[in-house]
Nanobody
Framework: QVQLVESGGGLVQAGGSLRLSCAASGIISSLNAWAWYRQAPGQQRKMVAIIYSGGSTNDADSVKGRFTISRDNAKVAVYMQMNSLKPEDTAVYYC?????WGQGTQVTVSS
């Protein structure tokens, strides 16, 4: 059974940085993309960034230039470096791999 476990969330002041990590256990396919989604209170879950098996990435316009997604195939993990955080980045962040989802990690940015 595949499990995804996120870590690295927390409380940070505006302008600060956080690094989210997501590690997978179980048998997964290296061909699948990894992605980070986020869901703010009262809003729909939205994709933040995605990284494909070949290493290409795509980011939401709202985080371009501030967030960077990366993957480590050897460790079966994905990361997201978040810089210049804004209060509107406050949300629960989820990692996904294929059809599998993590449990989410809370990111709160204070103004």
């Amino acid at each position: 059974q595949v499990q995804l476990v996120e870590s690295g969330g927390g409380l940070v002041q505006a302008g600060g940085s956080l690094r989210l990590s997501c590690a997978a256990s179980g048998i997964i396919s290296s061909l699948n993309a990894w992605a980070w989604y986020r869901q703010a209170p009262g809003q729909q879950r939205k994709m933040v960034a995605i990284i494909y098996s070949g290493g290409s990435t795509n980011d939401a316009d709202s985080v371009k230039g501030r967030f960077t997604i990366s993957r480590d195939n050897a460790k079966v993990a994905v990361y997201m470096q978040m810089n210049s955080l804004k209060p509107e980045d406050t949300a629960v962040y989820y990692c996904t791999h294929g059809v599998f989802w993590g449990q989410g990690t809370q990111v709160t940015v204070s103004s």
